[in-house]
């Protein structure tokens, strides 16, 4: 309204005439103004100049006029006043006629509001659409500013205390403003200190518009000083902080001052209000340098505490309406009011790091730093939302990876999280993808100790966002996998069918599992599968109240909607065998792991039995009819000698039912709703789901259905795989799906009856064992003779059922004979012939059979490792079947095979089998496997395939049941060691001794090698590290400790540790290969690491890991053990030993200077005699480990300081005169050791030396030249000479032009020419420039020949710089590429002479 009345034409003068409507009715509206207004005596020299420069003063309301440009008028202003015959006088004259003018309010009010433009005929062209106020213009005259100044200031305080008037207007405000943006104060200092006096007088809101101008008024020379003053009023006054904090981030500060400003709001940040919180820490992060960012971060997050900025609804309401005056607030308002607060300094930390790549560091470390659980607070989960939403400077990886750190080791913990949700709810929601993100990352991680918490992340955002959010949830399930899909519907259906129901969040789940079960995409389907039965689990459960009573007390509704959504599940799954399937193992998964209402687990397991007996058992008869391709046959019948009535699973007729429907498609008939649970691929799971069933209904007992356990099959004679090569195709593959649908059944079967303690029935899952382990052998023939073969699923909630298939072209293990010499052949029940993994793993071991026995061997087989996902999954209770004793058959005389009889003993083969199917559970269930890349077109293996059972256990749990089976384990260690050492003792110490039984051997030594790397997984366990898993930890080596002494579990972590290491060690003397003694090195290691006395321990560790470096390994054939899994072994063993061994550089040199000088001249199978493992074929794995801890040493020798005192820097020198002279011993070794692997090595690990010498060792020579410099000539001498040689390595590779090893050539070169450079400025550092002398170094081979093809190329000869005073050293200048284009000086002047490298300058 005042701007439109500002706008109108207004008359300047009694030429103007009135121009139009407008302008007659302002001009009425100033006559009646001023004939209120009292009339002036006599024109003042202030109207009068004013009135002549083209400013006419109005009175009233209205607003002064101006017919010029306001440039126009100043000067006219300064003219008059300059040109007056009483200048200077007149000045003060026209300031007392200006202060009489704004006597009055109106006039004052006037003069401080901007003038309106107007010029006769309406022309407006000369004048600009804005003009300043009048006292705006005159305070732009310098000979009137500071009076004018000085006016305004007294006469501010006359409104201070009713600052506005009746238009709203806030009249100091503006006269404030007038001040804002001259182009020259002239007397800055004087107004800087008039200002303050006035704050130090005016009310609240004044100073605050006064401090909030402060940097639009000084010049840039007074900022520093109000600066300080306003820091020193920030300290008094609180209420200003906003108003101060916003000054000073405009003001120009000097470093220093800023960080004292810094420090003093720092220190007030407690004092500070809520609402004016933002501000104080937007202007804290934004006032960081990079040099202070990580410090100024630790203290700003120490003093933030967000969780005393939310304050109950009442408090809130309270304080804002003492701060609001009589404004009514209501209790949403109330709540919701920290959290806007608390938004915006979640905005303004989001703004920092988004733009500054420091502070996003500085919260990464500063949260890193914190070490207790009890100083984590909600402003460091917010901080990492905040760093994985902007992604500022790739913040998102290191969030990621911070985050999972802290909650591996438990110092971010669920309750945090809870407290962050519960009352940061608007902060969090916009934040919900990062957390979605976040949660989807913890759940795909490894690490099992971090995927608890992606849960309550989920459950968390659950129950705090909206429905959107909640829907959003859900829809994310295309981004799970099936375990994380389990986990989230449990979490999900707790809260929707738990004691606190949300009706519209079961709708939700409703409608997402209808939608995912009538998809035909096997992913969704086998998404709303999962989803149901979780569903169906939740509803089902018995409530705490029943528990007692186990009576029913599910609502006669709910149980309708249950078995309304069951049905729907069921109808759904019977679309294909493998929905099917998976119905059945998560309908198992959730009787087994869940107590389910009575009447629930009634209606489950009503008709499993009947089902099972209908689709897959049938009564034994005397023949069987049928078209099948093979004849059918009762096999594996371990209930021989009972009565009639026996009973058969009907595994062929079905395999042959379903490969016929198949080859002809059938369509299903709909009036046969069991046609897809009769398929072959359903016994197994609907096996599993009856057992379960059975165990709920009789308390655990499974005597209804144990007859299933040696009941026979109907399969055909397996003699047929030994003439597989003469079958079709489609009878290949038969047989290969029969076999593998057996051995499922079996492994289901076990699974089922191994927890029973009755000894027949104990004797039958073992020989069950024998037939899994022998039908492994007849199915490696048979895959070997199938190409391109797919087998049935097996576990059918992977992520994809088109599991990757191995190929079968891959030569690996062969059919062994036994003592007698003849093939292997039996009926399956007493088969312990080995595993095929094991033989797998001995075969790559004993490559020292002679050509004749191999020719002998029977034909490859393939590897079965590779199909682990195509069998059914062991149970982990299974693996209890490990705490029966081992059996030998060379040990066995009649007297003890009958007591084998009477006892229930575990042959080798099937102790293998277990051992490996229990260290593959370990090391996925508590080993974290660092990701690997998936190289380009290779698809990605689910390496979750197999594991569903177990993924549905904690890591505690799985680390428990390990701690209760190591009884068992350390006997089957100490039976293996008591086997070799009865071997050793009757073989005089010899290992191939006569009468040993090869095959039993290598059987039992792997069985070592197992036991060693199992105790070694599950001692590993990163959940030991954390206090409440101290007690299992300690029970565990209360084992090991009670095998030596009584009463281990009495003793102290430190004790226990002591005698556990004692006890392995005690089986040093008895390891048969060298993969073993590496599991014993490493378990010893690990157990180490668990506390007590380290140096000792780890000075036996390195004389244990030398003793079996200094032994010769032999096979039971008596020839040296060698092979890629040989050279493994002895690369980590030696790594060991250089790693715990107390002076690196002397064992590196012992090596060197004594174990290769002794293989230089020997033949290809002789070995180093202080170094038996160290032959010319185990060469380069010695070379490579001594090369690389060579280069790891250096790297933790301190930097030399110039503060080091002399002894400290001869200490030093001395420690790189070793290392410098070991390393001229390894690198002059490719002289005689000169193949391509060798040299990669050398240029490889001789680069990193040589940075490292550039990088620590150049400073030490710097300071300690003068004090040592004999010591510091010798060593560069030393490295001149691996540098040299260095060089020639280069010239080899590029005549060779080996792609491999030119590939280090620019990088080494570059170090080469780096390092010359380098010593040159030690030099002139030390004023020895003249020491630097300069010839030609020429191009040599690693023979030192000159190599003639490069010596008329100008571009590739070099100058060699000498470094020798005195004659004493020398040093070379090493870049000779051709893109260096530098000439010889030599050659230029047409010297002929040319110096060879070897002279002394």
């Not at 207004?37 to 003063?57: D, K, M, Q």
């Not at 490996?916 to 080993?927: A, G, H, I, P, Y």
């Not at 191939?992 to 095959?999: K, N, R």
């Not at 790189?1216 to 193949?1235: E, G, P, T």
Request: charged share 25%; hydrophobic share 35%; aromatic share 6%.
């Amino acid at each position: 309204m005042m701007r439109k009345r500002r706008g109108s034409s207004v008359d300047i003068g009694e030429k103007q005439a009135p121009s139009s409507t407008k302008a007659k009715k302002s001009r009425t509206i100033g006559r009646q103004s001023e004939v209120s207004a009292p009339e002036e005596p006599a024109e003042s020299v202030f109207s009068t100049f004013v009135r002549e420069a083209g400013v006419t003063l109005s009175h009233g309301s209205a607003s002064n006029e101006i017919a010029v440009d306001q440039v126009v008028f100043q000067k006219r202003i300064k003219q008059k006043l300059q040109k007056s015959p009483r200048y200077p006088g007149i000045v003060q004259e026209f300031i007392s006629g200006l202060e009489s003018h704004i006597e009055d309010a109106d006039r004052f009010r006037n003069c401080l509001l901007p003038c309106v433009p107007r010029m006769p005929d309406g022309d407006f062209r000369c004048v600009s659409s804005f003009q300043e106020s009048l006292l705006r213009m005159l305070l732009g005259i310098e000979m009137l500013q500071t009076l004018i100044i000085n006016t305004l200031l007294e006469k501010l305080p006359e409104y201070m205390l009713n600052s506005a008037d009746d238009a709203g207007l806030s009249i100091p405000r503006i006269i404030i403003n007038q001040l804002k943006w001259l182009d020259r104060v002239v007397e800055s200092k004087e107004l800087a200190v008039k200002l303050m006096e006035l704050l130090s007088v005016a009310p609240v809101d004044i100073q605050r518009d006064i401090i909030n101008s402060l940097p639009e008024i000084l010049e840039d020379s007074q900022h520093n000083d109000i600066a300080r003053e306003l820091n020193s009023l920030l300290k008094e006054n609180t209420q200003l902080t906003v108003a101060i904090l916003d000054a000073l981030s405009s003001l120009n500060l000097s470093s220093s001052l800023l960080t004292e400003v810094r420090g003093a709001v720092m220190n007030t940040l407690a004092a500070v209000q809520l609402e004016d919180l933002p501000v104080v820490v937007k202007f804290i992060l934004h006032s960081i340098s990079t040099s202070n960012a990580y410090e100024v971060v630790c203290g700003l997050r120490k003093k933030l505490e967000l969780e005393q900025c939310v304050l109950p609804p009442v408090m809130q309401a309270s304080q804002n309406r003492l701060s609001k005056g009589s404004a009514a607030f209501n209790l949403t308002t109330a709540t919701t009011g920290s959290q806007d607060f608390i938004t915006l300094i979640v905005d303004a930390i989001k703004s920092a790091v988004r733009f500054q790549k420091t502070i996003s560091e500085a919260w990464l470390k500063a949260i890193e730093s914190v070490e207790e659980v009890e100083e984590h607070k909600v402003i460091d989960l917010l901080v990492l939302f905040i760093l994985h939403s902007t992604n500022a400077n790739q913040s998102r990886r290191g969030a990621e990876k911070l985050l999972k750190m802290k909650v591996r080791t438990g110092l971010i913990s669920e309750a945090l999280l809870q407290k962050t949700f519960k009352d940061n709810k608007q902060v969090l929601r916009g934040y919900f993808s990062s957390i979605l993100a976040l949660a989807q990352s913890l759940l795909r991680s490894p690490d099992p100790c971090v995927v608890p918490f992606a849960g309550h992340m989920y459950r968390h955002s659950f129950t705090s966002f909206d429905t959107y959010c909640q829907q959003g949830i859900l829809d994310y399930l295309d981004n799970l996998t099936p375990q994380q899909i389990r986990r989230l519907f449990h979490l999900l259906s707790r809260l929707a069918f738990g004691p606190q129901q949300g009706s519209h969040i079961q709708d939700d789940m409703h409608i997402v599992i209808r939608k995912q079960l009538s998809s035909t995409a096997p992913k969704y389907k086998r998404i709303g599968i999962i989803g149901g039965v979780m569903i169906i689990g939740s509803m089902g459960a018995l409530v705490p109240k029943a528990k007692a009573t186990q009576n029913s007390s599910l609502p006669p509704e709910t149980f309708r909607q249950l078995s309304a959504l069951l049905e729907l599940v069921q109808s759904s799954s019977e679309t294909s065998p493998e929905a099917a399937a998976l119905y059945c193992d998560e309908l198992a998964n959730l009787i087994q792991t869940s107590t389910l209402d009575p009447q629930v687990q009634e209606k489950i397991s009503k008709s499993v039995l009947d089902v099972f007996q209908g689709n897959f058992v049938v009564d034994l008869g005397p023949e069987r009819s049928g078209s099948f391709p093979f004849p059918a046959r009762v096999m594996y019948d371990l209930d021989e000698d009972e009565s009639q009535g026996g009973i058969a699973i009907n595994l062929m007729p079905l395999l042959a039912n379903d490969m016929h429907s198949r080859a002809e498609q059938h369509s299903r008939d709909k009036d046969n709703n069991s046609f897809v649970s009769r398929n072959s691929l359903c016994l197994s799971p609907f096996f599993r789901l009856l057992r379960f069933c059975e165990e709920k209904q009789n308390q655990g007992d499974l005597e209804e259905i144990d007859a299933l356990l040696g009941c026979p099959l109907i399969l055909t004679d397996m003699d047929v795989v030994e003439k597989i090569d003469s079958l079709s195709k489609v009878e290949r593959e038969f047989i290969c799906t029969l076999l593998f649908h057996t051995i499922n059944w079996f492994r289901e079967v076990v699974n089922a009856f191994c927890k029973i303690k009755d000894k027949e029935m104990k004797m039958k899952v073992m020989t069950r064992l024998q037939n899994i382990t022998y039908l492994h052998s007849l199915l490696e023939k048979a895959l070997a003779g199938t190409p391109g073969y797919v087998p049935p699923v097996a576990n059918f909630d992977g992520e994809t059922t088109d599991v990757i298939v191995p190929s079968t072209t891959a030569p690996v293990n062969k059919t062994k004979k036994d003592g007698s010499g003849k093939k292997r052949k039996a009926p399956g029940k007493n088969s312990s012939e080995g595993s095929s993994q094991m033989e797998d793993k001995i075969e790559e071991e004993m490559q020292q059979e002679p050509e004749k026995e191999k020719e002998k061997e029977a034909r490859q087989g393939v590897n079965l490792a590779s199909y682990r996902p195509f069998f059914r999954e062991l149970d982990l209770e299974m693996l209890s079947v490990l705490q029966c004793g081992l059996k030998a058959r060379s040990t066995l005389d009649s007297e003890l095979n009958t007591k084998e009889r009477q006892e229930v003993l575990l042959g080798p083969a099937e102790l293998v089998y277990l051992l490996e199917d229990m260290l593959r559970k370990l090391e996925f269930r508590l080993t974290a496997a660092p990701a690997k890349r998936v190289p380009f077109l290779k698809a990605r293996a689910d390496k979750t395939m197999g594991f569903s059972h177990l993924q549905q256990k904690s890591p505690k749990d799985v680390a428990s049941f390990c701690i209760q089976m190591l009884p068992a384990l350390c006997s089957h260690l100490e039976s293996c060691h008591n086997h070799f050492q009865s071997l050793l003792s009757d073989n005089d110490g010899i290992v191939d001794g006569p009468g040993t039984d090869a095959q039993e051997h290598q059987i039992i030594s792997f069985c070592y090698q197992l036991l060693l790397q199992l105790f070694n997984s599950i001692l590993r366990w990163s959940g030991f590290s954390q206090p409440c898993h101290r007690s299992l930890l300690k029970k565990g080596l209360g084992v090991f400790a009670g095998r030596l002494k009584d009463g281990g579990d009495e003793l102290n972590l430190e004790l226990l540790v002591k005698h556990s290491f004692k006890y392995l060690l005690n089986f040093r003397s008895t390891i048969p290969n060298l993969s073993s003694a590496l599991y014993l090195s490493q378990l010893l290691t690990t157990v180490s690491e668990k506390g007590g006395n380290a140096p000792a321990y780890r000075e036996q560790t390195a004389s244990l890991a030398r003793s079996f470096l200094s032994q010769s390994w032999v096979t039971v054939s008596g020839e040296k053990q060698r092979g890629t899994k040989f050279n493994e072994a002895l690369h980590a063993v030696l790594s060991i030993y250089l790693e715990h061994v107390e002076d690196v550089l002397k064992a590196v040199e012992e090596i060197a200077n004594e174990g290769f000088p002794q293989i230089i001249d020997a033949k290809k199978d002789e070995s180093s005699g202080s170094w038996p493992t160290l032959s010319r074929q185990t060469f380069l794995v010695f070379y490579k480990v001594l090369m690389a801890v060579l280069e790891k040493s250096v790297r933790k020798i301190p930097s030399g300081k110039i503060s080091d005192n002399s002894e400290a820097q001869g200490e030093k020198l001395l420690t790189w005169n070793l290392a410098v002279r070991d390393f001229h011993i390894l690198v002059n070794l490719v002289k005689v050791f000169d193949s391509r692997p060798v040299l990669n090595v050398c240029l490889k690990y001789g680069r990193l030396f040589l940075e490292s010498f550039l990088k620590l060792g150049m400073p030490l020579l710097d300071y300690s030249f003068k004090r040592h410099k004999e010591d510091v000539q010798s060593l560069l001498k030393t490295f001149q000479l691996s540098t040299r040689q260095l060089h020639h390595m280069c010239g080899h590779s590029k005549i060779h032009q080996d792609t491999n090893l030119t590939n280090h050539v620019p990088a080494v070169k570059k170090s080469l020419e780096l390092f010359v450079y380098r010593v040159k400025a030690m030099l002139t550092l030390n004023n020895c420039q003249e020491a630097f002398w300069m010839g030609n170094l020429k191009n040599r081979n690693l023979k030192g020949e000159e190599i003639l093809s490069q010596r008329s190329q100008e571009s590739e000869e070099e100058d060699e710089e000498q470094l020798a005073p005195q004659g004493q050293f020398e040093e070379e200048e090493q870049d000779s590429d051709a893109e260096t284009k530098r000439k010889s000086n030599r050659e230029e002047s047409g010297d002929d002479g040319q110096t060879d490298d070897s002279e002394i300058y």
